[in-house]
């Protein structure tokens, strides 16, 4: 008989948790999500020697790892919340880099309301959805310092 996966609440403290032991090169990165709403992830990353490049500044793939969490831990949310086992996994991602990331930069995404209308309809078509997301990553300055988009495919299984 199969055995269901436990479903952990979706908060900060227990994605940054989860990273220690599933993601460890993420917490090492120094990366961590900070907020987390409905249709809002805030993931914080800061500038450090582990994530830096040579020119002093922060690693783009560093930069992407936040991104991209804060793209992926409101699509877990919004599985979680559906209450439906659904696959998900990013087929696409690009990014621009606007200035030099030094310092704590903050990736925000804004996208909970169209990975919960694509978990929607997925259920009503039986489908699989594509839902893009960006990440816009700023300094303590507000300044933009780089913006990712992902394309993350979502089915629900039955």
């Not at 199969?2 to 917490?27: D, E, R, S």
């Not at 979680?80 to 696959?87: D, E």
Request: aromatic letters at 10%; one cysteine or more; hydrophobic letters at 40%.
């Amino acid at each position: 008989m199969p055995v269901k996966p436990i479903q952990m609440k979706i908060t900060p403290k227990n994605v940054n948790a989860f990273m220690f032991f599933k993601l460890p090169l993420g917490w090492l990165s120094g990366m961590r999500v900070r907020s987390l709403t409905d249709t809002t992830c805030e993931v914080k990353i800061k500038h450090k020697w582990i994530n830096q490049n040579p020119f002093k500044s922060m690693f783009w793939a560093a930069q992407g790892m936040a991104a991209e969490m804060s793209t992926g831990v409101l699509v877990m949310q919004a599985i979680a919340n559906s209450k439906r086992n659904v696959s998900m996994l990013v087929t696409h991602q690009e990014a621009n880099f606007y200035k030099k990331a030094t310092g704590k930069i903050m990736f925000t995404c804004l996208g909970g309301n169209e990975i919960k209308d694509a978990i929607q309809e997925s259920i009503n078509t039986g489908e699989g959805q594509v839902v893009f997301l960006t990440s816009e990553g700023k300094n303590e300055n507000g300044v933009v310092v780089s913006e990712f988009k992902f394309q993350w495919s979502l089915k629900v299984k039955n």
